[in-house]
């Protein structure tokens, strides 16, 4: 018998304790900066600074932990490299060939790994929706230094992030139908509702929608994105009512899933509001999905990702499931305050260090924790 081909690691090993320990330091530096309580870096100096390093640093090295699956540990430390690059690139200095060409290489690898995976081997139109979400968010990235430079960054991160959210509402339901089906079983229930693929699909085609009319400037048009916003948020608040979310009080790790979840809704809500309704504050719906869902969900998928791995059980370290409650308190404390139309500098204090502190314990468990042996008593 020819033996065994050694297993693969695991891209998430690297990219997940990566942008945990990022989303630690630079994002809430990027917050003191603006307020001008810490010398701001030149590519952290304005809000779309920040913005730039949430969605593209962030958010992009999270997606490409979650999605390269088990790949060389040569290739993932290359792209590792080359986004460490395009950060450092970026917030030293903005729109130099550095940062643009670190950017493109990271972008064209995660694309080239990624995309024939979900173009491949999915069959029905719906399984293939990582590949265009994926590509596309890869073009921005690449071209988001160039953009930020000249001054013209905001529709691409408009873009960016609605992107993000249709990356979510599959992905993040693929995660959870399955995850809730099987707790149902295992206390003796049926859970007929796991993906639910008519309201996937509606909600895709909102979505879809929505992304390709919101870089048009005609009042009708932003109109009509308002209202397939509103409606993409209906179909994801009825998905995730289907999933019956009260009987799974049980199940710590499935509720940060559920909470950001309901973020997403929230966020779509209040984005389409935004569209319809001008005096309402757009910056409360970018931060209902950057902050709420972006935030509770990856928080969900990384450290689920990681106790399962590690130790088959999504809950051998309930620890790390309250301090998403954080996130949520940070994402109230950019959304409320927006609503109501309050000074807003304690209150990016108060939701930069709940973040913090949030991930601080997410980092505790991906890198600190790995010293920690399996034990049977762990489950």
Excluded at 119 to 147: D, F, H, Y
Excluded at 199 to 223: K, S, T
Excluded at 318 to 327: A, E, F, G, Q
Aim: with cysteine; charged share 10%.
């Amino acid at each position: 018998m020819q033996p065994r081909k050694p297993r693969l690691p695991f891209a998430h090993a690297w990219f997940f304790p990566a942008a945990t320990l990022y989303a630690v330091l630079i994002l809430p530096y990027s917050v003191l900066a603006l307020l001008g309580l810490l010398p701001p870096l030149p590519g952290l100096a304005t809000a779309a600074g920040h913005a730039h390093e949430m969605l593209f640093g962030f958010a992009l090295a999270v997606i490409a932990g979650y999605l390269l699956g088990p790949q060389p540990l040569r290739l993932t430390l290359v792209l590792l490299g080359c986004w460490l690059l395009a950060r450092a690139g970026f917030l030293l200095w903005p729109g130099s060939w550095l940062a643009q060409a670190s950017a493109a290489l990271f972008a064209a690898g995660l694309a080239w790994k990624v995309l024939p995976r979900f173009l491949g081997a999915a069959k029905k139109w719906r399984n293939q929706t990582v590949a265009p979400v994926v590509g596309s968010l890869s073009l921005l990235s690449a071209g988001a230094g160039i953009a930020f430079a000249r001054g013209f960054a905001w529709p691409l991160f408009s873009e960016a992030l609605l992107l993000i959210a249709v990356l979510l509402f599959f992905m993040g339901g693929r995660i959870i139908a399955p995850a809730v089906a099987g707790h149902a079983q295992s206390t003796g229930r049926r859970q007929d509702e796991r993906v639910q693929p008519r309201l996937e699909g509606a909600g895709l085609i909102l979505l879809a929608l929505a992304l390709l009319l919101n870089p048009l400037p005609w009042p009708l048009l932003e109109r009509l994105t308002g209202a397939l916003l509103v409606a993409a948020s209906l179909l994801t608040a009825i998905r995730l009512l289907r999933w019956r979310p009260w009987r799974c009080g049980a199940r710590a790790d499935l509720l940060v899933l559920l909470l950001g979840y309901a973020w997403l809704a929230i966020g779509l809500l209040l984005l389409g509001l935004a569209a319809l309704v001008p005096a309402l504050p757009e910056t409360a719906a970018l931060h209902a999905l950057s902050v709420g869902a972006l935030g509770s969900l990856t928080f969900g998928v990384m450290a689920r990702t990681r106790l399962i791995q590690r130790f088959r059980d999504a809950n051998a370290r309930p620890w790390i499931h309250p301090p998403v409650l954080l996130i949520s308190l940070a994402a109230l404390a950019r959304v409320v305050p927006a609503l109501l139309g309050l000074a807003q500098s304690g209150w990016l204090l108060f939701a930069a260090a709940c973040w913090s502190l949030a991930f601080a314990a997410l980092l505790e468990l991906l890198w600190l924790d790995r010293g920690t042996r399996h034990r049977p008593d762990d489950h």
